[in-house]
C-alpha cells in the first residue's frame, strides 16, 4: 500500500474527494492542478493538514513538475500517482480537439514520463465509458472494438494505450478505472451543476439539452472513491481494469432535470433543446457490466436515481 502519493488534478471535484480519502487514512499526499477547472475551495480542509503539500502548477510544463517532485520526492518515495488531471468538458474538447489532445492526452504522457525521471512505480489512472464509443449492449472491460466517438474519449483511449507501453518500459503496476458519470459534491461540471447553475439565473424556465431520453448511469464520488482505494489495494496484477458503476441503473436526463426543477426551482418550465444527443461526441445511451468489480468484492449501494437526487440536493447546499 502506498505510503505516500500524488494526484494529478487533485483540486478538482473527484481530485479533491480522493485527497480527502487519503489523509483520512493518514497518508501523505502531493497534490497538482492547474485550476483551469479546479477550485481551492474544493481543498478547504485538506490544506489544513501537514501531511498534505499542494502546487498550483500545469502537469505539462515538465520544468515546474520537475522542479515539484524534487523538493517533495526525497522526503519520503512516491510509490503511485493518481492521474485525475484532464479536460472534463466533453463540449469544449469537440470544438477545440487542442484541449483534449493537451490536458487528457499530453497529461498522462507527461506524467509518465516524470514517473519513469523518478522511479515511481504505480499509475492509478481516471479513464471513462466514453471509451467504447457507441459499442451498445451492457459493456464489459473486453467490449470492443473501441471506436469513441468524442475527442475526450479518443484522448482517454489513446492514455490507457501509453499506459499499458510503459508497462513494458518502466512502470511496475497500472490501474485503469472506467467510470461512468459521476456526480456529488464539489463537482465542476456535469448535467446537475449545469441545471443549477441555469436556474440560479432563471428559475423560471430551464433549458435542457437533446430530447431528455438520454440515459447514462450516474454514481455518486463516495461510491466512486471507496470502489478506487479498494480495488487498488485488493486488486495486485500488473494491469487492472475495471469498469465502476451503479448495479445495473441508469438515470435520463429527463428524470435529473425534473428532479432537479422539483428540489431546486419547483414550477420552472422545460425546455428540451430536441434531437437524440445533447451534443457532438455525446453517447446518449450506455450500460456497463459490473460484474468484475462485484467478483472483486465491491458492490455499489445506491442506485443510479437515488445518486441523481443526493447529489441534486448536495449542489443546491454548495450554491447557496
Ligand atoms: N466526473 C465524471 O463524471 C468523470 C467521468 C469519467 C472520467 N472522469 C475523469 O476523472 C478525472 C477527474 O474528473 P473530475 O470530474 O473531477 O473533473 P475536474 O475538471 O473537476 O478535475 C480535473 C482537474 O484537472 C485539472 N487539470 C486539467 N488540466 C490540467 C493540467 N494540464 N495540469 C494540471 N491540472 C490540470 C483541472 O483544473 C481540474 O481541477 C478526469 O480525468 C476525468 O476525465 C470523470
Known amino acids: 500500500m502506498a505510503k505516500s502519493c500524488l494526484i494529478t488534478g487533485a483540486a478538482g471535484f473527484i481530485g479533491s474527494h480522493l485527497v480527502d480519502k487519503w489523509l483520512a487514512l493518514g497518508h501523505r499526499v502531493y497534490g497538482v492542478d492547474n485550476m483551469v477547472l479546479g477550485k481551492r475551495a474544493n481543498l478547504g480542509e485538506a490544506l489544513k493538514s501537514p501531511n498534505f503539500v499542494f502546487q498550483e502548477l500545469d502537469v505539462n510544463d515538465l520544468k515546474s513538475f520537475r522542479n515539484f517532485l524534487q523538493a517533495h520526492a526525497k522526503e519520503e518515495p512516491i510509490e503511485a500517482v493518481w492521474h485525475l488531471a484532464a479536460n472534463s468538458d466533453i463540449q469544449a474538447g469537440g470544438a477545440n480537439p487542442d484541449i483534449d489532445l493537451e490536458r487528457t492526452f499530453l497529461t498522462t504522457y507527461n506524467t509518465l514520463k516524470l514517473m519513469q525521471e523518478f522511479g515511481i512505480p504505480k499509475i492509478i489512472f481516471a479513464s471513462t465509458s466514453a471509451i467504447y464509443g457507441e459499442l451498445g449492449g451492457a459493456l464489459t472491460e473486453q467490449s470492443g472494438p473501441l471506436h469513441p466517438i468524442s475527442n475526450y474519449g479518443a484522448m482517454k483511449l489513446a492514455s490507457e494505450g501509453i499506459i499499458t507501453a510503459a508497462l513494458e518500459r518502466f512502470l511496475k503496476q497500472a490501474w485503469i478505472y472506467r467510470f ?34 438520454q ?9 466512486l472513491i471507496e470502489a478506487m482505494v479498494f480495488l487498488f489495494q485488493k486488486e495486485q496484477k500488473r494491469l487492472n481494469v475495471f469498469n465502476i458503476a451503479p448495479d445495473g441503473s441508469a438515470s435520463t436526463v429527463r428524470f435529473m432535470a425534473e428532479a432537479t426543477v422539483r428540489l431546486a426551482a419547483p414550477g420552472a418550465k422545460m425546455r428540451y433543446t430536441g434531437g437524440s444527443k445533447g451534443w457532438v461526441g455525446d453517447v446518449s445511451k450506455f450500460q456497463y457490466s459490473i460484474e468484475k468489480l462485484k467478483t472483486a ?19 443546491l447546499a454548495n450554491l447557496n
Open 215 to 223: 440515459e447514462k448511469p450516474y454514481l455518486h464520488v463516495s461510491e
Open 297 to 315: 468484492g465491491w458492490s455499489p449501494r445506491l442506485t443510479s436515481n437515488e445518486t441523481v437526487e443526493l447529489a441534486i440536493n448536495e449542489n
Open 180 to 213: 461512468p458519470n459521476v456526480v456529488g459534491s464539489r463537482a465542476t461540471h456535469g448535467a446537475i451543476y449545469d441545471f443549477l447553475k441555469k436556474l440560479k439565473k432563471n428559475p423560471t424556465e430551464l433549458e435542457v439539452l437533446g430530447d431528455g431520453s
